[in-house]
């Protein structure tokens, strides 16, 4: 009687634990997941992981030809976008500058593929200034950028997901000019969506 008692738990419990893991994964939300999360998600079943890579390769060819710096993460699935900070605003200043949409109106393109990609831009700064202040500066940003998109598209919502970094993930130390250059930027992350990942094969 105990053993069965055993059994019937067990299965109650596995029972359980599958659903509050489909419930889970059901449960993402874009919107208040952190950058990590939204980076790795959704995820690229093995069996179409080659042929997302083949895509997403392509992807980051086609961006370098337009005059972009691209490169692949997250093991090739993800293709990241890096521009300087200072090509697109001036210092210290949370605005698009005037030469800005000369830059981004490259990417709409790719912006627009909502069925396509997900879209999450990182802005960077370097740490000059209080981490409350470097924190403001870069959601400002980021959130100046998806308004740049939203405007150009009819006022449609863009699907772009923004975070402001601060300086907490700095390339290189902050000491010297060439380097708190290099750690004030913004990054595009061209992230699979599940309807391409599962018509990758197909494409």
Known sequence: MRSS???LSSIVLVAWCMTATAQKKTDFDPATASIEENIKTPEVPEKQRNAVVAHMDNLRDELKEAGYEASLVRSGEVVMVTIPCSTLFSPNETSLSSKAPAKLSGLKHFVNRREDFKVVIAVHSDNTGDAVYADRLT???????DEYFYKEDSHRETGIIPYGI??????????????????RRV?????????????ARKR
């Open 187 to 199: 990054e595009f992350y061209f992230i699979p969506t599940q309807e391409f990942i599962k018509n």
């Open 5 to 7: 008692l055993r059994i």
């Open 166 to 183: 601060g300086s907490d993930e700095p390339l290189a130390d902050n000491h010297g000019r060439a380097n708190r250059a290099k750690n």
């Open 139 to 145: 959601a400002d940003r980021a959130n100046a950028i």
